[in-house]
């Protein structure tokens, strides 16, 4: 397969997706654009299980789908394993500018798909984080709108969006489309509001 995004054919990796997703009665709904580079927002991310669901899908759909974590994730014995299924260690406490580097990396693939999660915690924030948004901006890439709707047990994929750098007014558009969707903590989602 020419496409970078996706991954060859795993069909253990596969197997566990859809078994996860049998067994947790998950199903997917849409479908990632035909595009060559992204950033995918993943919301609302309040619980644990967020990230299970996440690599199910990602095992699934044999998407090479990168992500970033809290450098601390990445220790042995899961560190190696976790860079493996796409996740890059980012350092908090360090004054390295994440949105350059996420560009930079934009910038030297030909393809590249990246998976964020605004919240950038399980916990309640009171706003989201814009470091998808300047990253999708500075790269020149869409953001594609992905929720977790965990009363109907599924991924909903929407729309791709390109920023248009009216920032108030593109974040007031893409919460509008994660209203409706209920995530596994409720009162941790942020609807800006």
């Known amino acids: 397969m020419d496409n970078t995004n996706y991954l ?3 069909p253990f990796a596969e197997w566990v997706g859809r078994t996860v997703f049998r067994i947790m009665g998950w199903r997917i709904e849409g479908e990632l654009p035909a595009l060559d580079k992204f950033v995918v927002i993943g919301a609302h991310h309040t619980s644990n299980w967020d990230f299970v669901i996440f690599l199910a899908a990602k095992f699934m759909l044999r998407l090479n789908a990168r992500w970033f974590g ?3 994730i990445f220790r042995w014995p899961f560190g190696g394993l976790l860079k493996r299924w796409g996740g ?5 406490d360090r004054q390295s500018n994440v949105v350059d580097q996420a560009v930079q990396a934009f910038r030297q693939q030909r393809q590249f798909m990246l998976v964020l999660s605004p919240e950038g915690t399980r916990k309640k924030v009171e ?3 814009t470091g998808f948004y300047h990253i999708a901006r500075g790269a020149g890439v869409p953001v594609v709108l992905a929720a977790l709707d965990y009363p109907g047990r599924r991924i909903v994929i929407g729309p791709a969006f390109q920023p248009t750098g009216d920032e108030a007014g593109d974040m007031r558009r893409i919460l509008d489309f994660y209203r409706d969707f209920v995530p596994k903590k409720p009162h941790y989602a942020f ?3």
């Open 88 to 92: 890059v260690p980012i350092r908090r």
């Open 70 to 72: 809290k450098h601390s």
């Open 8 to 10: 060859p054919p795993n």
């Open 127 to 129: 706003r989201w984080k």
């Open 191 to 193: 609807h800006g509001d």
